[in-house]
């Protein structure tokens, strides 16, 4: 068994010679004919169509009809199009492509269930199994444009779903498998859903907890769906309405496979994605088949370095975004994708790594939060498993503490797999920016741009700022962008909403809402992402990132985690209120507040000291672990908190009421 104590907590990390040597980006940089990473951000977005070339040429796509033109920005940047006039489907590409070439015998998602249960598909089992409810969905009526909700646990029918609904040409509407019937219902009424994929329910500590019931109330109010497919998982009695709701086993049995795909445009819609905003119904960012998903293959072949025999988990839901980004990418590279059902410390605290161990996974990503709830548990339990299969670390989501970050590298990394941190987002299709694990890594940070995302940090007039926070923006089009706001069928669109959101506060570029800044750090423009701009703090003219707050306090061996928000403040413009979550209740004291307001007053200034420190035992987060500021600061102030449909913690809103 390894040990913890053999282990130096690692705060810096180098790559080895072997791995540089190794590397997708390496290998991809030389046939590209550039020396090093800032050579390619030049050359890519001096000429993106010329960048995009050479990089399909090294993944070796499958398209079924060639492309008229690379790029057209005919209707401007914030409409630009990918590859007109191609035909290009996203399920052959995970499945076909490999299958005709000779590899169907390779392993293409294994699946480990909350109860033990464990499944494994190798690429022809999963195209096959594609095809059968291809078939099913087919019998059902759905067929090119038409939106298909999947509403469902992350068990091995979640990834058939997703491939088959894009085999015949239709819409993927993933739906957040915690979701209550409200959220749901928005999503299938506002998509205008003609089928449902769901479940009779879903393992979460140990108790079958019912999802049927919950399509069967959002149905009420969601008339366009005509046939709902329901997967047996628990074993729960659930009520069948007749002529409308089918066993899946029984519908995928009586259909006629599917003998082969749809052979789709690469701008038709394949992928419907719903974000939540603090005002406003949820925004559906429309993607269509040669945009997100290759997108998803472009990041992982260059970030995460995956190659055919990976194995990749991503902690996560097949309704957010990292769900498809997990499938899509992993299956586009020829490698595997591993599901994981319920929590990560039930039935036993370690149960994440045990998984990992037993699956040999390669690639594991994760939240930074739920890193910090894993550091409860103690160091000690990562050392009973054998992680050394783990190549690469992944995070998304949120800014990380060092504390969480040096943990994570230490104890799971053990010093040699890097921390590929990467920020992007839904609309985004993947990463604005990454990691490689071909050069150095500091705490929390991140490289740079994602080649071919023409990204920059400005100030509020949009001028280039270094070394200070700013707007994290994007200033040309990329592969994966968001086409548009769905706006109720597969040929209407929202442009005015979306050109609103993202494309207006300056000219012919994307403010993304994020805060970031870039820093020299031993030779390198190390960038950092500071929390959404949303969450800006703005103390006596000075602009704070919430995060810099958080990551003061979390330093704390008390405090768990933390969340900071703006009041409004008649003096200052703003006040700081930290809300924090301490390991024990018993710690929580006067003297702790004094301590942690002195560390703040040390590492941020004491004009920057916040106003109030609120002990809390828990904040509200999304299943994703995001923990949602927004959502906080309303509950304190009594404002409309907007959207909660991402919420998975309800009863953080009765911590958030009563704080101490």
Known sequence: MLRMSSTPIVDRWQPSPQLVAQ????????????????????KAAADLPGFYEALLAELDLRWDAPYERLLDSSRGKAFARFFTGARYNTPANCLDRHVDAGRGAAPAVDWEGEDGSVRSLTFVELRDAVRRLAGALRACGVGRGDAVGIFMPMVPEAAIALLAIGYVGGVAVPAFSGYGPDALAMRLHDANAKVLLTADGVFRRGKPVPMKNVADEALRV????????????????????????HDWAEAVAAATPLESYERTAANDPYLLLYTSGSTGKPKGARHVHAGFPLKNAIDQYLLFDVKPGDKMLWFTDMGWMMGPFMIFGTLTLGASCMLYEGTPDFPTPDRLWAVCARHRVTHLGIAPTAIRAQMAHGAELPYRHDLSALRILGSSGEPWNTEAWEWYATHIGRGIAPIINYAGGTEVGGGIIGCFPTMPLVPNSFHGPVPGMVADVTDAEGNPVRGEVGELVVREPWVGMTQSFWGG???????????????????????????????????????????????????????????EFEDAAETHPAIKEAAAIAVPDKVKGDVVILFAVAHRR????????????????????????PKKILFVDDLPRTRSQKIMRRVARARHLGLDPGDLSALDNPAALEAIDNPR
């Open 23 to 42: 590397a997708n980006v390496t290998h991809f940089f030389a046939r590209y004919g550039v020396a090093d990473y800032p050579a390619a951000l030049a």
């Open 222 to 245: 969601s008339p366009s769906v005509t046939a709902v497919l329901v997967l047996r998982r628990t074993g729960l009695d659930v009520p069948m309405q007749a002529g409308r709701d």
């Open 489 to 547: 069928d597969a040929l209407t669109t929202d442009d005015a909403r979306y050109h609103s959101v993202y494309w207006e506060r300056f000219p012919d570029t994307w403010v993304h809402g994020d805060w970031c800044s870039i820093d020299r750090i031993e030779g390198y423009d190390y960038w950092f992402i500071h929390g959404r701009s949303d969450d800006t703090i703005n103390v006596a003219g000075k602009r704070v990132g919430p995060a």
């Open 586 to 609: 018993a710690d929580e004291s006067e003297e702790l507040r004094a301590e942690i307001l002195a560390i703040v007053d040390r590492m941020m200034g004491k004009s920057l000291r």
